[in-house]
């Protein structure tokens, strides 16, 4: 744990070593400037299409790494991971569980069963931000259309592993397993400190995802599901930035 915390506040130190190397070189509060930069990022995510009769809402964590150039063109990747306890689909053990509900263990008592929504999104994205709004030329309204993979299954957690019939391999025939490929537009504001201190993003998502179950064969069903899906989210979304600002060489002159 002490390990953990030394090379966290040596991360924070070199970073903040590097931001202000970087103010005595240029003003960002003045022009318009190329960068790159880190973040992590929170959104609360409302289900629609297909997603919404297996999931309620959700939320969504993950890291973003982009590029901003002199322009305000935006080019980035995003990684996330979405989880959630609101699981509609309930039905998926039935053929397994007795009439009242539960499932019985090997040692006869009823296991102890919970579901989940698990999943992960990945994109690559582009976009523009528009100054007509913020402290200076690299701050203001921002818009990305992004393009990657959306996946997501029931988690089907056996809190006392009681239960041979749902072991991992099992549990393959029960989960739902999907994915696709994924658009995502969204729409917000961007915001670079004068001071380099307070730097987000922040606003509206919406993702379409065209995806289709990955499993060979559902045991609840007795078949495999074949069918097309239209996976929606819409949402608001939250970015903490921390851009790192090229050094400007230092010129000299000779008379």
Same mark, same amino acid.
């Given at each position: ?9 040596l ?21 318009? #400037?190329?960068? #790159?930069?880190l973040?992590?990022?929170?959104a ?5 299409? *297909? ?6 809402n959700?939320?969504n ?5 982009q ?6 063109w ?7 991971? &979405?989880?959630?306890?609101?699981v509609?689909?309930t039905?998926?053990?039935d053929?397994?569980?007795t ?7 090997? *040692? ?5 069963? &919970?579901?989940?929504?698990r999943g ?12 007509v ?8 309204? #921002?818009?990305?259309?992004g393009?990657?993979?959306l996946?997501?299954?029931i988690?089907?957690?056996?809190k ?11 549990k393959?025939?029960?989960d739902? &397993?999907?994915?696709g490929?994924?658009v ?5 504001? #961007? ?18 995802a065209f ?20 996976? &929606?989210l819409?949402?608001? +979304?939250?970015a903490?930035?921390i851009?790192?600002?090229? +050094? ?8």
């Amino acid at each position: 744990m002490k390990t953990k915390i030394i090379s966290c506040f040596l991360v924070g130190l070199v970073a903040a070593f590097m931001v202000r190397d970087a103010s005595a070189q240029f003003s960002v509060r003045d022009s318009s #400037v190329s960068f #790159v930069m880190l973040g992590g990022t929170f959104a609360y995510q409302i289900p629609g299409g *297909d997603m919404a009769k297996r999931f309620g809402n959700n939320f969504n964590v993950g890291g973003t790494f982009q590029w901003k150039t002199k322009k305000n063109w935006i080019f980035g990747i995003d990684g996330e991971f &979405l989880f959630s306890e609101r699981v509609k689909e309930t039905n998926i053990l039935d053929k397994i569980s007795t009439s009242q509900g539960y499932i019985i263990g090997e *040692d006869g008592f009823y296991a102890d069963i &919970l579901l989940y929504e698990r999943g992960l999104m990945f994109s690559a994205k582009a976009g523009k931000i528009f100054p007509v709004i913020g402290p200076n030329p690299n701050s203001g309204l #921002v818009v990305t259309l992004g393009a990657g993979l959306l996946q997501h299954k029931i988690r089907i957690e056996d809190k006392r592993n009681s239960a041979p019939q749902l072991s991992d391999e099992y549990k393959k025939g029960y989960d739902r &397993l999907t994915n696709g490929l994924s658009v995502t537009e969204f729409l917000g504001y #961007v915001n670079f400190s004068n001071r380099r201190m307070v730097n987000f993003m922040g606003g509206f998502e919406f993702t379409q995802a065209f995806t289709k179950n990955r499993r060979d064969f559902n045991f609840d069903t007795m078949e495999k599901d074949t069918k097309s899906r239209l996976d &929606l989210l819409f949402g608001f +979304r939250f970015a903490w930035l921390i851009p790192i600002y090229k +050094r400007v060489p230092r010129q000299y002159y000779y008379n």
